[in-house]
C-alpha cells in the first residue's frame, strides 16, 4: 500500500493524490504541514530533509519527495501504457508537457496569483503586481489553449500523467476571485477533467483554511 505524507489543500498533493486516484491505487494518507504542522520533526525529517511535502513510500521502498518525481515512479511502475507511453518518443512528449506544466503553469499560478489573492489579507494586496501575473500566466494558458483546439487532452487524445501536473492548478484559477481570459477550448478541457471522479475527489477540494 503506498502511505503519503501531505494536506488535502496543499496543490502538489492534490496533484500527487489524483495520479493515485486515476490509477486505482490503495493508499493511506497522513495530514501533515499547515496547521496539521509536522514537518519539523526528527520524523518527517527521516522521509524528507526539505521538510517539504509531499511524500510518498510505497512499501518497504525508501521515502520518495517532489512531485514530479513521484508521479513519473507511479507511471513508470502502475500505469497502463495511455498514461506513460512504452515508446520513448510517446513518452517524451507525454514528460515535455508535464515539465512544461511545473515550470510555466505551476509555478506561475501558485505564488504570484492564487497566494497574493487567496493567502494575503485584502488591505495588502497589491493589484497591479496581481494583473501582471496573470497577464504572464495566461501568455503561458495560451499556448494550451492553442493545443487543446485540435486534441481532447494535453499531450494528445488520451489522458495522460501530462494532464495531472497541469490540470490539478485549473480549479483553483477557474475558482478565485480574478476576470480570467476567455480560453474556451481550455474551459472545456477544464469542464472534461471535472467529470473524473479522482479529480473531482482530490483536487476540487475547499481551500478556504488557506485563506488570510
Not at 499547515?34 to 526539505?50: C, I, K, Q, V
Not at 495566461?138 to 487543446?148: C, G, H, P, Y
Not at 490539478?168 to 480574478?178: A, E, G, T, W
Not at 477533467?193 to 488570510?212: D, I, K, Q
Amino acid at each position: 500500500m503506498l502511505e503519503v505524507w501531505g494536506r488535502k489543500s496543499s496543490s502538489n498533493v492534490q496533484a500527487l493524490m489524483w495520479c493515485i486516484g486515476e490509477l486505482g491505487l490503495p493508499y493511506q494518507r497522513h495530514d501533515v504541514g499547515h496547521r496539521f504542522g509536522g514537518t519539523d520533526s526528527d520524523e518527517f525529517y527521516a522521509l524528507n530533509p526539505n521538510r517539504t511535502i509531499p511524500v510518498l513510500r510505497d512499501g518497504d521502498l525508501p521515502p520518495l519527495w517532489e512531485t514530479g518525481a513521484i508521479l513519473r515512479y507511479l507511471a513508470n511502475r502502475y500505469a497502463p501504457d495511455e498514461f506513460w507511453p512504452a515508446d520513448l518518443i510517446a513518452r517524451t512528449n507525454v514528460d515535455r508537457w508535464m515539465e512544461w506544466s511545473k515550470l510555466n503553469v505551476a509555478l506561475l499560478f501558485t505564488a504570484p496569483i492564487f497566494w497574493r489573492v487567496v493567502r494575503t489579507p485584502a488591505a495588502e494586496r497589491d493589484p497591479a503586481a496581481i494583473d501582471q501575473a496573470l497577464q504572464a500566466f495566461e501568455n503561458k494558458l495560451m499556448i494550451a489553449e492553442q493545443r487543446l483546439a485540435g486534441q481532447t487532452f494535453l499531450a494528445g487524445d488520451t489522458f495522460s500523467a501530462a494532464d495531472i501536473q497541469f490540470g490539478h492548478v485549473l480549479y483553483r484559477y477557474y475558482d478565485i476571485d480574478i476576470d480570467r481570459q476567455p480560453l474556451p477550448n481550455l474551459r472545456s478541457y477544464y469542464d472534461r477533467l471535472t467529470e473524473r471522479p479522482a479529480f473531482r475527489e482530490h483536487v476540487m477540494v475547499s481551500y478556504e483554511a488557506l485563506r488570510a
